[in-house]
């Protein structure tokens, strides 16, 4: 997921402002402490505030803004972001649809090319939904999140992510051991937490850091009756 950038007039606060706008505990999310301020001239004049980028991970927090917007308005203005960044990048569309379901404005197309537009391992994908969703919230000074597939790209994806989920809970349960995934973005991680969410036998957690941030299978702990 993005990252958003929250302020405050020092780290801890800012931090706070963060997790209370996106509803998420500290432990449920990424933190990257991008300034930690400055009091100014004897704390009177000049101070800067502190500056943090928060990103969600997993399916743990309640991350929903409330906000009121017009649905179609601000779908057809990330549609013609999209189309003006595509169209400066020489690609023709030939579809683009929308649609707005839980604070996530949905956009699929079809192009020319579609190799240009998914990129290596879809991180293209991932900079066109980014840059997306920043001017958009910037339009209509909103907190939307993007969701941006290219010819079902994304919808495979998951598919095949799913099918080694599947893999990966036989594994556990056969062997009893934990199962790792290699290294992997939030949106994958939360697939996975989501996939698993209501498996009674298995669960699922995350560890390690920032780019090795990675997913783990386990025997679900059994509960003392």
Same mark, same amino acid.
């Given at each position: @997921? ?5 302020k ?6 800012a ?10 505990k ?9 300034s930690?301020? &400055?009091?100014g001239?004897?704390g009177? @004049? ?6 943090v ?10 991350? =929903? ?10 779908? =057809?203005?990330?549609?013609?972001i999209?189309?003006?960044i595509?169209s400066?990048?020489g690609?023709e569309?030939? =579809?683009?649809?929308?649609s707005? %379901?839980d ?6 197309? @079809?192009?020319?090319? &579609? /190799?240009?537009? #998914?990129? %290596? /391992? ?6 066109l939904e980014y840059?997306?969703? #920043? ?17 079902d ?9 799913k099918i ?8 556990? %349960?056969r062997?009893?051991? !934990?199962?790792?995934?290699?290294? @992997?973005?939030?949106k994958e991680?939360?697939? !996975?937490?989501?996939?698993l ?8 957690? &995350? ?14 702990e059994?509960?003392?009756?």
């Amino acid at each position: @997921m993005p990252e958003i950038e929250f302020k405050g007039k020092s780290v801890a606060e800012a931090i706070n402002n963060g997790l209370s706008q996106l509803g998420c505990k500290k432990e449920d999310v990424e933190i990257k402490i991008v300034s930690e301020g &400055s009091t100014g001239l004897f704390g009177l @004049m000049g101070g800067k505030p502190a500056v943090v980028l928060i990103s969600v991970d997993d399916f743990k927090c309640d991350n =929903k803004v409330l906000f009121n917007v017009d649905s179609k308005k601000i779908c =057809k203005k990330a549609e013609s972001i999209l189309l003006q960044i595509l169209s400066k990048m020489g690609i023709e569309v030939s =579809k683009i649809e929308s649609s707005f %379901k839980d604070d996530t404005i949905i956009i699929n197309m @079809m192009v020319a090319n &579609s /190799s240009l537009v #998914i990129g %290596k /391992s879809g991180q293209t994908l991932d900079a066109l939904e980014y840059i997306t969703q #920043i001017i958009t919230n910037k339009e209509f000074d909103t907190k939307v999140k993007v969701n941006l597939d290219c010819e079902d790209y994304r919808k495979k994806q998951n598919e095949k992510l799913k099918i080694r989920i599947d893999k990966a809970v036989e594994h556990v %349960k056969r062997t009893g051991k !934990i199962y790792r995934f290699d290294p @992997m973005n939030a949106k994958e991680r939360k697939i !996975i937490h989501l996939y698993l969410k209501d498996n009674t036998e298995v669960e699922s957690f &995350s560890e390690g850091q920032d780019v090795l941030r990675k997913v783990g299978i386990k025997l679900a702990e059994k509960k003392p009756i």
